[in-house]
């Protein structure tokens, strides 16, 4: 019997939060026919304009029968949705109900809003983790990861994570095979861990003009130095406690993670130039200890830094071929 997904919408949704995972879903149910029924559904059934003006069709909330799977986008709506009593009480009765119950971006103040995540870990889009702390101090909030998963209950970051997020259900549901030929269609990897930083942009994320550029510059040709709390406040001519908060506004992050995603990345692309070993680049990069090293390179990017390196290596032996083939031609001819 296909296995019911629900996408519960409202007014100003992010498209990408409910359509990425509709895809993800419908491709799947593709590669395994029979494996899903798909429905979007809002509390008021209809046209749902996105809050790009883009609209989707939509159900009644409930379904005949019963739920699934329910997945909650997110979006600028998601504050007003908050105050409707029907979606809240929806939500509710899917947790006793469904299988599973998921959020996508902001979704994750739709599960909090209905008492679904008190006392339990969860994540959200970075850009709204302090608001999310303060709305609901009771859930152990992670805004460092792709996706959260707390038995039935499964919360993600922003936007693209809500196709991580359905490849691991899909995987859960169809198993990895399945859940790999989906992420071929959709042309996205298979798949980022759940544990994966959301961080990528880290290094975009401080204006050149904005308040902690200098520092920036300063931690990225400073890596191998001991850059603790302590040191970047005073660099930054603040107390530590003060500039460990503003900071964190600013960018998202604690200042150690943002350092550890800065020596991260710098770590990465030396690696992959080949041009020396994982222990001098864990020294170069302020890691020190190559297993320190590691750690940071499966949490941030879901492989160790002798991943990196094998990559390299393999890209390397078809040129290293083709350049002997090439030369073997030449001397043929000549």
Same mark, same amino acid.
């Given at each position: 019997?296909?296995?019911?997904?629900?996408?519960?919408?409202?007014?100003?949704?992010? !498209?990408?939060?409910?359509?990425?995972?509709?895809?993800?879903?419908?491709?799947?149910?593709?590669?395994?026919?029979?494996?899903?029924?798909?429905?979007?559904?809002?509390?008021?059934?209809?046209?749902?304009?996105?809050?790009? =003006?883009?609209?989707?069709?939509?159900?009644?909330?409930?379904?005949?029968?019963?739920?699934?799977?329910?997945?909650?986008?997110?979006?600028?709506?998601?504050?007003?949705?908050?105050?409707?009593?029907?979606?809240?009480?929806?939500?509710?009765?899917?947790?006793?109900?469904?299988?599973?119950?998921?959020?996508?971006?902001?979704?994750? &103040?739709?599960?909090?809003?209905?008492?679904?995540?008190?006392?339990?870990?969860?994540?959200?889009?970075?850009?709204?983790?302090?608001?999310?702390?303060?709305? &609901?101090?009771?859930?152990?909030?992670?805004?460092?990861?792709?996706?959260?998963?707390?038995?039935?209950?499964?919360?993600?970051?922003?936007?693209?994570?809500?196709?991580?997020?359905?490849?691991?259900?899909?995987?859960?549901?169809?198993?990895?095979?399945?859940?790999?030929?989906?992420?071929?269609?959709?042309?996205?990897?298979?798949?980022? /861990?759940?544990?994966?930083?959301?961080?990528?942009?880290?290094?975009?994320?401080? /204006?050149?003009? =904005?308040? &902690?550029?200098?520092?920036?510059?300063?931690?990225?040709?400073?890596?191998?130095?001991?850059?603790?709390?302590?040191?970047?406040?005073?660099?930054?001519?603040?107390?530590?406690?003060?500039?460990?908060?503003?900071?964190?506004?600013?960018? =998202?992050?604690?200042?150690?993670?943002?350092?550890?995603?800065?020596?991260?990345?710098?770590?990465?692309?030396?690696?992959?130039?080949?041009?020396?070993?994982?222990?001098?680049?864990?020294?170069?990069?302020?890691?020190?200890?190559?297993?320190?090293?590691?750690?940071?390179? !499966?949490?941030?990017?879901?492989?160790?830094?002798?991943?990196?390196?094998?990559?390299?290596?393999? !890209?390397?032996? /078809?040129?290293?071929?083709?350049?002997?083939?090439?030369?073997?031609?030449?001397?043929?001819?000549?």
């Amino acid at each position: 019997m296909p296995r019911r997904v629900a996408f519960l919408i409202f007014p100003r949704f992010q !498209l990408l939060d409910a359509a990425g995972p509709i895809a993800a879903f419908e491709i799947a149910g593709r590669i395994r026919p029979g494996s899903y029924q798909l429905r979007v559904i809002a509390a008021v059934p209809g046209a749902v304009a996105s809050s790009s =003006g883009a609209t989707l069709q939509a159900s009644a909330l409930g379904w005949p029968g019963s739920v699934d799977t329910l997945i909650v986008a997110g979006g600028n709506g998601t504050r007003s949705a908050l105050d409707c009593r029907r979606t809240r009480r929806f939500i509710q009765s899917c947790a006793r109900r469904a299988r599973r119950v998921a959020s996508v971006c902001s979704g994750s &103040f739709l599960l909090a809003g209905a008492g679904l995540l008190d006392g339990r870990t969860a994540t959200t889009h970075w850009s709204c983790s302090e608001e999310f702390r303060q709305r &609901f101090p009771r859930v152990r909030l992670d805004p460092d990861c792709i996706f959260v998963r707390e038995g039935q209950l499964w919360t993600s970051a922003g936007i693209t994570a809500g196709i991580d997020l359905s490849l691991a259900l899909i995987g859960e549901d169809l198993g990895e095979a399945v859940a790999r030929r989906t992420a071929q269609h959709l042309v996205v990897y298979h798949r980022r /861990p759940g544990g994966q930083s959301q961080f990528s942009a880290l290094l975009e994320m401080e /204006p050149s003009q =904005g308040r &902690f550029a200098a520092l920036f510059d300063h931690l990225r040709t400073h890596l191998a130095a001991p850059l603790t709390v302590e040191r970047l406040a005073a660099r930054a001519c603040m107390s530590p406690r003060h500039f460990a908060r503003v900071f964190r506004e600013q960018t =998202g992050v604690t200042p150690a993670k943002a350092v550890e995603r800065l020596r991260a990345d710098a770590a990465r692309a030396m690696l992959e130039s080949g041009a020396r070993s994982v222990q001098e680049v864990a020294e170069h990069c302020g890691f020190h200890d190559p297993e320190r090293m590691r750690r940071a390179f !499966l949490r941030l990017f879901g492989a160790p830094p002798s991943a990196m390196k094998r990559a390299r290596r393999a !890209l390397s032996a /078809p040129r290293a071929g083709r350049n002997l083939r090439q030369g073997a031609l030449a001397s043929a001819r000549s």
